[in-house]
């Protein structure tokens, strides 16, 4: 009996060190954030450092205009703490999911305007503001690529690819760095500091885009759809065609006429593809002229996912526009 008596408070610290470790190890886990696309998970990353786990849901190589949730990805959104999407105009697949009962507290739309923590209380602009400056800024020449250059609006009036215009991503930052701040466990200061170095690096990145971007001021690029206004018009680049105005449905053929002849008129023109969609209808349009052809991505897909990652990705954008120059083509 004197040796089981012994026992039993070595069995009794046994538990409790046993005890202690399984809720240290709850405690040190870190948040789970799932981004519906990966621009979203470089602001992520750019934010929240190494505070959270984060991942993306659309591959690279897929569009999220086509893309189909599967029950794995259904089960990753389940598991999460946090979800960020652009919203209803873009990530069609997520949206009836999102909105819901299962998914509506822990989810934000980070387009403007949308009903997302962080959106009023931290100053960020609103899209409306934003197009205002653009348009004071640029001018009304930038709408010559009329309806062309502004199609794909899903139905709702605005371009939803609004990580591409490094002053909505700055916005996208704010709401995710707001957002995040309050999941337990989170160090606020370290994400208000990493919001601060990111704002400080994107405006340099910005400044030196648009001196490296000056040579393309009197290029004609032609888009296979309308993704690239935001970029475009935030560095007063022109558009002069778009391909298709929805990536889901093929172009016509009046609509295919109308870009052969913007491409013939042209005077500097340059195709700009994206890997998500078939070239075939570029191929068709070119025949014998010799185009400059350039490929980009808008959703990211060669960016390896860090804290600096956005701005590479920005910077990838402009390098798409400066293979176009004569200096530069291929």
């Known amino acids: 009996m004197k040796q089981i ?3 039993l408070p070595i069995a009794g610290l046994t538990a409790a060190l046993a005890l202690g470790a399984v809720t240290a190890h709850a405690t040190d886990e870190k948040p789970n954030i799932v981004a519906s696309l990966a621009p979203i998970e470089l602001l992520v990353r750019a934010v929240a450092g190494d505070q959270v786990t984060v991942s993306t849901l659309v591959p690279a190589g897929a569009s999220p205009h086509t893309y189909q949730l599967r029950p794995s990805e259904r089960r990753q959104l389940a598991a999460a703490d946090r979800i960020f999407w652009v919203g209803p105009g873009m990530e069609n697949f997520l949206e009836r999911l999102l909105t819901g009962p299962d998914f509506r507290d822990r989810s934000v739309a980070l387009a403007p305007g949308a009903d997302a923590p962080g959106d009023d209380d931290h100053g960020y602009h609103h899209e409306d503001d934003h ?12 709408d010559s690529a009329d309806a062309h250059a502004h199609g794909h609006d899903h139905g709702d009036g605005g371009d939803p690819h609004i990580w591409l215009d490094p002053a909505l991503g700055l916005d996208m930052a704010g709401k995710i760095a707001h ?9 606020a200061k370290e994400i208000d500091e990493n919001l601060a170095t990111f704002e400080a690096s994107l405006k340099d990145r910005e400044a030196s885009i648009r001196q490296q971007l000056q040579p393309a001021k009197d290029l004609d690029l032609f888009t296979y759809h309308g993704a690239f206004r935001r970029f475009a018009e935030h560095y007063g680049l022109t558009i002069a065609g778009v391909l298709t105005l929805s990536p889901e449905r093929s172009p016509g053929a009046r609509h295919l006429a109308e870009v052969q002849e913007r491409l013939q008129q042209a005077d500097q023109p340059c195709l700009l593809t994206e890997p998500q969609f078939n070239r075939q209808w570029w191929e068709s349009l070119m025949t014998d002229a010799d185009i400059p052809v350039s490929t980009w991505d808008p959703l990211a897909g060669d960016i390896e996912p860090t804290a600096t990652g ?4 920005q910077q990838s954008l402009a390098d ?8 530069n083509a291929e």
């Open 5 to 7: 008596t012994n026992f």
């Open 131 to 142: 197009d205002s400056h653009a348009e004071a800024e640029h001018g009304p020449e930038h």
């Open 179 to 187: 957002s995040i701040e309050q999941l337990e466990g989170i160090d």
């Open 310 to 313: 956005y701005l590479e990705f």
């Open 320 to 327: 798409a526009v400066l293979r176009c120059l004569p200096e």
